[in-house]
């Protein structure tokens, strides 16, 4: 078994892989690309492609297949959403993060299968993607934090959660411009990271509506609790059996 926990892109990032034999080189792959997607896409990094293509630097002809795609999803959940969602707010840099971390984490995870891992679990900042289950997911309480709301089972695929805890009111519903504040958390079970982040993200923007939007989506399952502190889930929502622990 190979466990490895580093920080990157502003957040813890562990790694577990079960398989036996699997090289250390397999984990080295994911540390690696999840550096050089910091290096490439974050907007606090004056350097990086985000940031010179905000600037005007770069012109949407000459940005790497791998933007026009982050770019191409933010657009989607744009549109989706009615605006609630939106990476160009007015007055602020363009910041594509809640499309990058579940997209750069999926693409890490994908990194692992081609090397030949079976069994493993990938956990960037508490949203996870897994292969290889049943893995036992906790959701952290949206008001306690040496407490969880809900526990959850992955035999695989990918769970993200959204929430006030951790940054505060840092989720702006594009509509009005203001915080989105009609929720304290809500998590997301999809196939990939890339839609359960996105989507968690996008769903807690929208407010309270978000919750039947999310759960709408193909292969979507919703854990929410809203400001009044009521539980929300979709009936196919994972409740927890045996397994081991990977949050």
């Known amino acids: 078994m190979l466990h490895r926990v ?8 562990s ?9 250390e080189s397999a984990a080295d792959a994911v540390f690696a690309w999840l550096r050089e997607v910091d290096a490439r896409f974050s907007p606090f990094k004056e350097d990086s492609e985000v940031s010179r293509y905000d600037r005007g630097e770069l012109s949407a002809d000459g940005l790497s297949a791998d933007l026009r795609e982050i770019l191409g999803l933010c657009e989607h959940y744009r549109v989706a959403t009615g ?15 809640a499309v990058v971390k579940g997209w750069s984490v999926q693409r890490a995870a994908e990194l692992l299968t081609a090397a030949g891992a079976t069994r493993f679990v990938l956990n960037a900042g508490g949203d996870v993607v897994a292969a290889g289950g049943p893995w036992r997911v906790g959701v952290r309480h ?11 089972s992955l035999d695989g695929g990918a769970v993200a959660t959204s929430a006030r805890y951790e940054r505060g009111d840092h989720i702006i519903d594009g509509r009005t411009g203001r915080a989105a504040t009609g929720l304290l958390s809500l998590t997301v079970v999809a196939p990939t990271l890339t839609e359960a982040d996105s989507v968690a993200t996008a769903a807690f923007a929208m407010g309270p509506d978000g919750v039947d939007w999310a759960a709408s989506l193909d292969g979507c399952e919703v854990f929410a609790v809203d400001a009044e502190r009521r539980v929300l889930r979709t009936p196919g929502f994972p409740a927890a059996g045996a397994g081991t622990a990977a949050a």
């Open 6 to 13: 580093e920080h990157v892109m502003g957040f813890p990032v």
């Open 15 to 23: 790694l577990r892989i079960d398989d036996e034999d699997l090289p």
């Open 83 to 97: 605006g609630a969602f939106d990476v160009r707010l007015p007055g602020r840099r363009l910041d594509p993060c």
């Open 142 to 152: 949206p008001e306690h934090a040496d407490k969880l709301c809900t526990v959850l």
